[in-house]
T-cell receptor
Framework: GQNIDQPTEMTATEGAIVQINCTYQ??????LFWYQQHAGEAPTFLSY????GLEEKGRFSSFLSRSKGYSYLLLKELQMKDSASYLC????????????FGSGTRLLVRP | DVKVTQSSRYLVKRTGEKVFLECVQD?????MFWYRQDPGLGLRLIYF???????EKGDIPEGYSVSREKKERFSLILESASTNQTSMYLC??????????????FGPGTRLTVT
């Protein structure tokens, strides 16, 4: 079957660093996406990994290990506005470009 | 900027009603998707379309149908709404291709309540 796991909730302090993990088991792999979703809003794209390694984009970085079926999203210098849900999604190796989503990790940033 | 719009942000319907949710994208994307999002379950794919008049079932198509008569518009239809279809409905679009930049773009969502 296809499965994507991420923690349900995390709490961190403003200014700190937080790492949100995602493990996946899918039939085929053609990229892993991270999305941010504030309450009541649409998910917005954060990052994309298809090769192993770290992709850095400002305060956000995303890492992928295809052999381990593992990714993480690293958020540095946390700000209050980073309180949101973070969705991990995998694109399978077919022509439809469907994404399989995890349940999302709700991050609460405290002062 | 890619824009995906949905016809309503909030909708309240009665059990048994036929419900239409509309989605429009302005980037000439070929692929469009309908998801529902429920607490603890994440986004689940209902239907998707990879071309005009083409559609395929996703993971939870029961109780839903779709229509894509024009490239920019993808409609989700609840033939006879039931209370277990109360949910947030999200539309998304993408252009086929691999690599960076081929992410899905989401609309703002429609929160549907069926009473």
């Amino acid at each position: 079957g296809q499965n994507i796991d991420q923690p349900t909730e995390m709490t961190a302090t403003e200014g700190a660093i937080v790492q949100i993990n995602c493990t996946y088991q899918t039939s085929g792999f053609n990229g892993l996406f991270w999305y941010q979703q504030h309450a009541g809003e649409a998910p917005t794209f954060l990052s994309y990994n298809v090769l192993d390694g770290l992709e850095e984009k400002g305060r956000f970085s995303s890492f992928l290990s295809r052999s381990k079926g593992y990714s993480y999203l690293l958020l540095k210098e946390l700000q209050m506005k980073d309180s949101a849900s973070y969705l991990c999604a995998v694109r399978g190796r077919d022509s439809s470009y469907k994404l399989i989503f995890g349940s999302g990790t709700r991050l609460l940033v405290r002062p | 900027d890619v824009k995906v719009t949905q016809s309503s942000r909030y909708l309240v319907k009665r059990t048994g009603e036929k419900v239409f949710l509309e989605c429009v994208q302005d980037m000439d994307h070929e692929n469009m998707f309908w998801y529902r999002q429920d607490p603890g379950l994440g986004l689940r794919l209902i239907y998707f379309s990879y071309d005009v008049k083409m559609k395929e079932k996703g993971d939870i198509p029961e109780g839903y149908s779709v229509s894509r008569e024009k490239k920019e518009r993808f409609s989700l239809i609840l033939e006879s709404a039931s209370t277990n279809q109360t949910s947030m409905y999200l539309c998304a679009s993408t252009q086929p291709g691999a690599g960076r930049g081929y992410e899905q773009y989401f609309g703002p969502g429609t929160r549907l309540t069926v009473t």
